[in-house]
Antibody, heavy 117, light 112 residues
């Protein structure tokens, strides 16, 4: 059974940092492209970042809204993917989901990030 | 960015009835490799999105054949026949042909 579990969310002040972790199991993580997607309080889904597999040189891609502030990374030995979020803004407030592979076929339960003073 | 225009915003249906959701893209979703990366997701209340249809018309594992996808180029449709209570929720289309990937704004399928 495929499982993805996000942790690390919480309440943070604008300008501060937070790191999300997604621990996975039930599929061959080392071959899988991984993504972070967020959902705003208005329920709009926004793709945030992608990291490809070692065979693709761990290439990364970002939404313009987070480029230069967020960093996606992975640890294949731990079957985990991470999202380092710096210089957080109020508009980054959302539920953050990690999701798998080419078609975003499995999703975690999500973790809430609230950016507010 | 590719804009995904999803209609309608809200779709009242009767149980056992049929529903149709449209998703139009601001540019062609045909990839240079010939594939079209247009997918459909359902988000049930209080849950994460779940993949229903990938690459226009392919049902994901475990998805009932009441769900079907069609379309090409910039115009795509999700049809649900014989609507059941577990089909209610928010439906989203996603294009992953072009970076950044973009979602439609969603369609709420609700009881009439």
């Amino acid at each position: 059974e495929v499982q993805l579990v996000e942790t690390g969310g919480g309440l943070v002040q604008p300008g501060k940092s937070l790191k999300l972790t997604c621990a996975t199991s039930g599929f061959t993580f080392s071959n899988a492209w991984m993504h972070w997607v967020r959902q705003s309080p208005e329920k709009q889904l926004e793709w945030v970042a992608q990291i490809k597999a070692k065979s693709n040189n761990y290439a990364t891609y970002y939404a313009e809204s987070v480029k230069g502030r967020f960093t996606i990374s992975r640890d294949d030995s731990k079957s985990s993917v991470y999202l380092q979020m710096n210089s957080l803004k109020e508009e980054d407030t959302a539920i953050y989901y990690c999701t798998t592979r080419v078609y975003l076929d499995y999703w975690g339960q999500g973790v809430m990030v609230t950016v507010s003073s | 960015d590719v804009v995904m225009t999803q209609t309608p915003v809200s779709l009242p249906v009767s149980l056992g009835g049929q529903a149709s959701i449209s998703c139009r893209s601001s540019q062609s979703l045909v990839h240079s490799n010939g594939n079209t990366y247009l997918h459909w997701y359902l988000q049930k209340p209080g849950q994460s999105p779940q993949l229903l249809i990938y690459r226009v018309s392919n049902r994901f594992s475990g998805v009932p054949d009441r769900f079907s996808g069609s379309g090409s180029g910039t115009d795509f449709t999700l049809k649900i026949s014989r609507v059941e209570p577990e089909d209610l929720g928010d439906y989203y289309c996603l294009q992953s042909t072009h970076f950044p990937y973009t979602f439609g704004a969603g369609t709420k399928l609700e009881l009439k």
